[in-house]
């Protein structure tokens, strides 16, 4: 067995960089998706100097021709995917009464449809070489349901559903797809939420603090591994206690 390839979507932000130095220490070829390519390039130069070689991609999810070229040129360079994280998610809060459609439309396709655009062009490819682990970054509030998250909540949830039903169909192929819902992580995410709120929502966890992002990184290596090969369409809930099920 080579290198394992692994691609982040979203690679560059809170969660994204702290999987990709995580993937980076297990050994693995990694590969950052980004949107923006002026923030990408210094992130790669700072990752670099920190001693973390990670090649990176302009791979806007939102569109599924931009998202195979992304692939290809992923596939024709590093190698073939082998650990797809679909990471890449934004929110646009707002109580649903005041909701334009232009927020939900938004939402639904970064952090759902983008799950579409990415895993539909790598999942055969894991098939034919009989290993794959699509990773898929939920959140509690897709389980809880969040006041002002109509639109993210909608979404989260439905990572659910898609990693379910692909998980069944690719069971016995060795390509395991799973989720992993993080709670209130310490990202620039969750800093842009008013201070007041916010303070109430940290009080609301039960361990008392913000998820740190290496926390949830080490779940993803987790679902990563080799030895994760019986674990599929699951949810590693990692919130703090926020939701127990
Ligand atoms: N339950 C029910 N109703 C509530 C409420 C609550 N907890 N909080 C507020 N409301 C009601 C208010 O009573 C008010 O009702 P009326 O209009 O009838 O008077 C209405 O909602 C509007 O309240 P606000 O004036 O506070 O609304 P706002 O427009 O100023 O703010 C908001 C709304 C931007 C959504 C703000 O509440 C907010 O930022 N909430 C936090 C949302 C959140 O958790 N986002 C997570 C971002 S990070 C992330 O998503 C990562 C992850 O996965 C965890």
């Known amino acids: ?17 702290a999987v990709c130095q995580r993937f ?17 390039k210094k992130w790669q130069i700072a990752q670099k100097e920190a001693g973390f070689d990670i090649e990176i991609v302009h791979c806007p999810v939102t569109d599924f021709e931009a998202c195979g070229a992304a692939l290809k040129w992923v596939e024709e360079n590093v190698g073939a995917i082998d ?16 909701m334009p459609i232009e927020r939900w439309e938004a939402v639904i396709d970064t952090n759902l449809n983008s799950l579409f ?12 070489r009989g290993f794959g682990r699509i990773i898929n970054v939920s959140s509690v509030n897709g389980q809880l349901g969040q006041v002002g998250q109509v ?22 192929k060795g390509v395991t797809v799973n ?5 209130y992580v310490a990202t620039p995410m969750v800093m842009a939420i008013a201070e007041d709120v916010r ?30 090969a019986y674990t599929t369409g699951s949810d590693l809930s990692m919130n703090g206690g926020m939701f127990m099920h």
């Open 1 to 17: 067995m080579g290198q394992r390839v692994a691609l982040v979507t979203g690679g560059t932000g809170g969660i994204g960089e």
């Open 24 to 40: 980076v220490q297990d050994g693995y070829k990694v590969v950052a998706a980004y949107n923006n390519e002026e923030k990408a």
């Open 83 to 98: 650990i797809l994280v679909n990471n890449a998610g934004i929110t646009k809060d707002g109580m649903f009464k005041k």
């Open 179 to 183: 989720t992993i819902s993080p709670g």
């Open 199 to 228: 303070q109430k929502i940290e009080n609301s966890i039960p361990v008392g603090r913000l998820c740190k992002p290496e926390e949830i990184a080490h779940g993803i290596s987790f679902l990563a591994s080799e030895l994760a």
């Open 117 to 128: 655009n990415m895993t539909r062009q790598v999942f055969e490819g894991m098939v034919e």
């Open 151 to 172: 639109n993210y909540s909608a979404a989260k949830a439905g990572m659910h559903g898609f990693t379910k039903a692909l998980a069944r169909e690719t069971a016995r």
